[in-house]
């Protein structure tokens, strides 16, 4: 299986500031239709987790422009441009271009300074 | 609007069975290849299973830990999908998801303990 880890898994950060998270995994998640199928989620306290981006870069209906994905093959990257208050919660990568299984980084939780 | 609503959940003991539902709306579900993905309280996200569509023979595929415990199944002309856990253990207790792509339902609490 495909192992997938995150880095750093907490990250206290200051409203308005910006913050990243990166997400390596063990084999490269290019697949052999030419997509990468990386997923980033992201859970609030309390809710179930929703999706933010998906095939690396691809931000979901309703996600504001201040979420951001890059990478390719094993490195990955979530960027968020502003921190904003509603931004609390647990961030994780998944991968799904070789399942199964779906496999899920370990989280970074996002706390405000 | 895209919803999944699930049902079933609760206290069973070591040993026991128990079925979880979710009822879709809003997307083709018939089409839809379903997953479930549970967390234990506190923790992280851990991928349970899948069911295929039909055209796809509803194949299934489960995570070593559930393999040949719980088992997964659709009933496309109520858009609902199932999750039957049998022979179920202490270190199955978690919250289940039921998920398809961006959308998940709302979690169910499934605690075993004697």
């Known amino acids: 299986d495909v192992v997938m880890t995150q880095s750093p898994l907490s990250l206290p950060v200051t409203l308005g500031q910006p913050a990243s998270i990166s997400c390596n995994s063990s084999?490269?998640?290019?697949?052999?239709?030419?997509?990468?199928?990386l997923n980033w989620f992201q859970q609030r306290p309390g809710q179930s987790p929703r999706r933010l981006i998906y095939?690396?870069?691809y931000r979901d209906s309703g996600v504001p422009d201040r979420f951001s994905g890059s990478g390719s093959g094993t490195d990955f990257t979530l960027k968020i441009n502003r921190v904003e208050a509603e931004d609390v919660g647990v961030y994780y990568c998944?991968?799904?271009?070789?399942?199964?299984?779906?496999?899920f980084g370990q989280g970074t939780k996002v706390e405000i300074k | 609007e895209v919803q999944l609503v699930q049902s079933g959940g609760g206290l069973v003991k070591p040993g026991g069975s128990l079925r979880l539902s979710c009822a879709a709306s809003?997307?083709?579900?018939?089409?839809?290849?379903m997953n479930w993905v549970r967390q234990v309280p506190g923790k992280g996200l851990e991928w349970v299973g899948r069911?295929?569509?039909?055209?796809?023979?509803?194949?299934?595929d489960y995570a070593a830990p559930v393999k040949g415990r719980f088992t997964i199944s659709r009933d496309d002309s109520k858009n609902t999908l199932f999750l039957q856990m049998d022979s179920l253990k202490t270190e199955d207790t978690a919250v289940y998801y039921c998920?398809?792509?961006?959308?998940w339902g709302q979690g169910t609490l499934v605690t075993v303990s004697s």
């Open positions: 998920a398809t792509g961006g959308f």
């Open positions: 809003g997307f083709s579900f018939t089409t839809a290849w």
């Open positions: 069911i295929k569509s039909k055209t796809d023979a509803e194949t299934t």
């Open positions: 084999q490269s998640l290019a697949h052999s239709d030419g997509n990468t199928y």
């Open positions: 095939k690396v870069s």
């Open positions: 998944v991968q799904t271009s070789h399942w199964p299984p779906w496999t």
